[in-house]
């Protein structure tokens, strides 16, 4: 009976030490393996009859081997129930040769035969992982913090700095009309140009916060790409050799000029810094088809005609392993400071929002091609897009002009006028608000800028709608923050327009809002 009840207790132990969740792996004083369970056997790789005998230092990575008989010994000296290496990252290694994070607690265990070392292993990979998410996680929340701080600050710089240049452009454009030598008309069309570079710049801010007002029309890819190119120049590393080859016969397509600068300039970039020791950088912008065969691969695009802009770099190329998140937001190949993983998902952002697509190829060692296609427009459409472009003039209808900004509201009442309105300007939006009140049968529209000081334009449109509800009101601002389009209709607001505005934009507009009649 006390056989049968040894031999009941021997399998009972048995079982318990085979189903354990822990590798449980014992060693005698010598440090030869004496008893693995099946989780030591799946955690290491190895079966046990080739573990069984061999001293324990098999499953210690080389890097500690050397120190661990020590550490072995002086746990015989002073036996006791322990975690092993507290406060440090230990490692057991696998027969493939690869490491496994492991959390080892060691049990001194007395018997006939002498003392033993009974160690629990515990694989701490998914606890590791989990770490490591939660970590990469807590850095997004500070990356989005900064990008929401990003925001705030741009929405300030945007208003001050968009008012001066409006001031400028205004002027200038003002001042283009009286001039009579080509050289000072030459002048006065680089200044413009400058402006606009400013304007830009700060709309890509606006544009990286997803603040901005973002208006797509139809346009030729040409002009604002081979601004970019221009600019790539003069930035780049001289190390990096520019190739741009441009089709002049291209069809348009539906875009923002500023989005389309933005996109080329993170491609461009990322390539730059693909080629640290200098590459080559060919740039195209063509028509192109997608045949139904391409279509049906590729779910995102459909048959018909695309303009193609296309960045190809020497650089080093990306790894298969990774490049299906390069369009992550966050990620990114490149070290510690050198980027924050935002470039190509705002590349992704923007072909989203005009419809189309972009593609990546990528081989290591030969470089990257990024393709963007942008859905070309039908030919009827181009066509009311190039007899809307020229600007609109007015019949004598009168504008109600609301801007705090003096010497901007009084640039913005003569450009109105040049273009045959009859137009009132006001600083204050109270004063604008007593005088709808008062005159509002004398108004075929109201123009109102967005920041102002004791009122913002959205309640005074509000203020406005409610006084003469049948008031067409367009709003023009540099930073919207996150205003809903049903906010805007709810207060009588028609459409929206960035500033700062030319005049050909503005003409435009102010007749989209009267209507023809």
């Known amino acids: 009976m006390a056989e049968d009840a040894r031999r009941s207790s021997d399998q009972r132990l048995r079982a318990a030490v085979e189903s354990s969740p822990s590798g449980l792996l014992m060693i005698d004083m010598a440090g030869r393996i004496v008893l693995v369970n099946r989780e030591v056997e799946r955690l290491f790789g190895y079966p046990r009859e080739e573990l069984l005998g061999q001293s324990v230092e098999l499953l210690v990575p080389e890097a500690a081997r050397g120190e661990h008989p020590g550490f072995r010994t002086g746990f015989y000296h002073h036996p006791q129930v322990r975690s092993m290496g507290a406060g440090r990252e230990l490692f057991g290694l696998r027969k493939d040769g690869t490491t496994v994070p492991v959390e080892i607690g060691l049990t001194p265990v007395v018997t006939p035969e002498g003392m033993f070392v009974l160690s629990s292993i515990v694989d701490i990979s998914a606890r590791k992982a989990a770490e490591e998410e939660r970590r990469e996680l807590e850095e997004q929340l500070r990356e989005s913090q900064k990008l929401e701080a990003l925001g705030t600050l741009a929405g300030g710089i945007a208003h001050d700095f968009n008012n001066i240049l409006g001031a400028i452009i205004g002027y200038a454009e003002l001042v283009r009309n009286e001039l009579q030598t080509e050289d000072a008309r030459a002048d006065l069309a680089e200044l413009l140009l400058f402006a606009e570079r400013g304007r830009q710049l700060v709309q890509q801010i606006l544009v990286f916060s997803r603040r901005e007002v973002r208006e797509l029309k139809p346009l030729s890819l040409v002009s604002p790409v081979s601004q970019t190119v221009k600019l790539l120049r003069a930035t ?282």
């Not at 989005?259 to 740039?283: C, E, F, R, W, Y």
């Not at 709808?436 to 309640?459: K, Q």
């Open 236 to 517: 780049l590393p001289a190390s990096v050799q520019i190739d741009a080859a441009l089709d002049q016969a291209l069809p348009r397509v539906l875009a923002d000029s500023t989005s389309v600068h933005q996109v080329l300039m993170n491609l461009a970039t990322n390539a730059a810094h693909a080629m640290p020791g200098g590459g080559h950088l060919d740039i195209r912008l063509e028509p192109f088809y997608v045949r139904d065969s391409i279509a049906r691969a590729n779910p995102d695009l459909r048959e018909g005609a695309y303009v193609r802009l296309s960045v190809r770099d020497t650089g080093r190329g990306i790894d298969p392993a990774v490049r299906q998140r390069v369009f992550d937001p966050f990620f990114t190949t490149k070290g510690p400071n050198e980027g924050t993983g935002l470039g190509l998902a705002i590349v992704h952002g923007i072909m989203t929002d005009h419809k189309g697509v972009v593609r990546l190829e990528s081989e290591l060692g030969v470089g990257t091609k990024v393709e963007c296609l942008f859905p070309a427009l039908e030919q009827d459409q181009a066509e009311l897009a190039s007899s809307a472009e020229q600007s609109p003039q007015g019949r004598g209808e009168r504008i109600l002009f609301v801007e705090d900004e003096p010497g901007v509201a009084r640039v913005g009442t003569r450009r109105l006028t040049t273009l045959g309105y009859r137009v009132v300007g006001e600083t204050d939006p109270r004063a604008a608000v007593a005088r709808i009140v008062e005159h509002g049968e004398d108004f075929d529209l109201l123009l109102t800028d967005f920041n102002m000081p004791h009122m913002d334009g959205l309640t005074l449109a509000q203020q406005i709608h409610a006084a003469r509800p049948g008031l067409p009101i367009l709003l023009t601002t540099g930073f919207v923050g996150t205003l809903e389009e049903h906010d805007l209709v709810q207060r009588g607001v028609i459409r929206l327009i960035p500033k700062p505005w030319t005049i050909e934009e503005i003409a435009v507009k102010v007749r989209q809002v009267l209507g023809d009649a």
